[in-house]
T-cell receptor, first 112, second 112 residues
Framework: KQEVTQIPAALSVPEGENLVLNCSFT??????LQWFRQDPGKGLTSLLL???SQREQTSGRLNASLDKSSGRSTLYIAASQPGDSATYLC???????????WGAGTKLIIKP | DGGITQSPKYLFRKEGQNVTLSCEQN?????MYWYRQDPGQGLRLIYY???????QKGDIAEGYSVSREKKESFPLTVTSAQKNPTAFYLC???????????FGSGTRLTVV
């Protein structure tokens, strides 16, 4: 059974730092991996989607990598800003069905 | 603009009442999903529908019911059989192959 783990559960860093959020999954048979952002009391916003054949995707200050063989993905945020404060969720879409399997998220706080 | 609309934003339920949460999408997506989110936990799938007039139970379907009479609409009813319904409920949609996942802004349900 696919399981997705995100470490750390919470992270607080000063503004301007580069940071890495981690996501690991137990079964490498995935169709894609997605990173979402959730602000308090809001829905989820898709940040980056990496297909299983890709190694990374970039959008602005965000870069997500995927290593299927080791079951890991990282979300790199460059030059962090207070507006980046949110919960970041990782989800994998298995090859076998079309339902996302979710990590519990990393709550990120960027201190001004 | 295409998107998903959830209503109401806040909902209060008395003990023993059934309540219905609305979810409408204009993305022409075939698949729709209902998730429940509790503090500190990942998203848990309640029900999903891959096509009109068909739906499947997710991991925590007990005490909930859905219908999918139209492609655009996937309402969720929280019945009196759901013993702990206080949570944040998120509706999502995607293509039939799991691409283009889009979320609504959520409904916060509180039992009073």
């Amino acid at each position: 059974k696919q399981e997705v783990t995100q470490i750390p559960a919470a992270l607080s860093v000063p503004e301007g730092e580069n940071l890495v959020l981690n996501c690991s999954f137990t079964d490498s048979a995935i169709y894609n991996l997605q990173w979402f952002r959730q602000d308090p009391g809001k829905g989820l916003t898709s940040l980056l989607l990496i297909q299983s054949s890709q190694r990374e995707q970039t959008s602005g200050r965000l870069n997500a990598s995927l290593d299927k063989s080791s079951g890991r993905s990282t979300l790199y945020i460059a030059a962090s800003q207070p507006g980046d404060s949110a919960t970041y969720l990782c989800a994998v879409l298995p090859d076998s069905n079309y339902q996302l399997i979710w990590g519990a998220g990393t709550k990120l706080i960027i201190k001004p | 603009d295409g998107g998903i609309t959830q209503s109401p934003k806040y909902l209060f339920r008395k003990e023993g009442q059934n309540v219905t949460l609305s979810c409408e999408q204009n993305l022409n997506h075939d698949a729709m999903y209902w998730y429940r989110q509790d503090p500190g936990q990942g998203l848990r799938l309640i029900y999903y529908s891959q096509i009109v007039n068909d739906f499947q139970k997710g991991d925590i379907a007990e005490g909930y019911s859905v219908s999918r009479e139209k492609k655009e609409s996937f309402p969720l009813t929280v019945t009196s059989a759901q013993k702990n319904p206080t949570a944040f409920y998120l509706c999502a949609s995607s293509t039939s192959t799991g691409d283009g996942y889009t979320f609504g802004s959520g409904t916060r349900l509180t039992v009073v």
